[in-house]
């Protein structure tokens, strides 16, 4: 009897146990869990500990807070103008709503995929082909867009879509590295055209300046010249009057009459002298006595002259 005693309270012992770890539900940290109760929404879980009835509440579903990226599966799309690119990305979500998570989509990460995929594929369609790879970052935009959008139902938001690859075509890409090549050859072209007339541009800038540099020496050397010669003609005419001042100055001393009749006299006689050496016929008066009249005739002109 006492041994079956103590086998019932064992058997208690662990029911209790067993009934105690059935109502405790310890949630880690950025995730949620949702509970239901006889089959029904009840509650979603935060992180820690909380309690719950055993055998009655039982949780459904577990969702993590986090950030997840998703492998959006390669797909052949079609562009504007009629070429084929194989395309794939990846996608960043996270789950916000755990109720919405868990009621709103039997399988909320399938749906996701299958909305990226037809949402690239009709972004993707009305871009030609050169613009699918200048404007990746609108294509991102735009998908992410129409994903928020449908994916509010779902308890998910959708945070960022990135194209890893946009692949055309081998024939596309032979055709596009020859536009390419073609490109940077005209490239070549304009620039080497560009610097040839740069060129000339430049020595016949250089011919004018220097012209323009010699006709201004050539201009400032006149000037100076002109400028010297009238200096040296001043000067001359400065010195000649003061010459003619001082003579005047000298005849009005003392004296001066008499040495103005004697310079005459030997000018005279000078000037008479170099005409018996200049020519062959020397012209002589006929009464040298004369030379005195002619002496004194000058001398009475320099006289009425004063």
Known sequence: MLLDTSFLALIIFIIAIVIAAQSVKIVPQQHAWVLERLGRYHATLTPGASIVLPFIDRVAYRHILKEIPLDVPSQICITRDNTQLQVDGVLYFQVTDPM??????????????????????????????????????????????????????????????????????????????????????????????????????????????????????????????????????????????????????AIQSAGGTEAVNLKVAEQYVSAFGNLAKTGNTLIVPANLSEVSTMIGAALSIFKQGK
Not at 211 to 232: D, M, R, V
């Open 100 to 249: 919405k998570a868990s009621y709103g989509s039997s399988n909320y990460i399938l749906a996701i995929t299958q909305l990226a995929q037809t949402t690239l594929r009709s972004v993707i369609g009305r871009l030609e082909l050169d613009r699918t790879f200048e404007e990746r970052a609108v294509i991102n935009h735009s998908i992410v867009e129409a994903l928020d959008e449908a994916a509010a139902n779902w308890g998910v938001k959708v945070l960022r879509y990135e194209i890893k690859d946009l692949t055309p075509p081998k024939e596309i890409l032979h055709a596009m590295q020859s536009q390419i090549t073609a490109e940077r050859e005209k490239r070549a072209l304009i620039a080497a055209s560009e610097g040839k007339r740069q060129e000339q541009i430049n020595l016949a800038t250089g011919a004018r300046e220097a012209a323009i540099q010699k006709s201004e020496g050539e201009k400032q050397a006149a000037i100076n010249q002109a400028q010297g010669q009238a200096s040296a003609i001043l000067s001359v005419a400065e010195a000649n009057a003061q010459a003619i001042a001082k003579v005047g100055h």
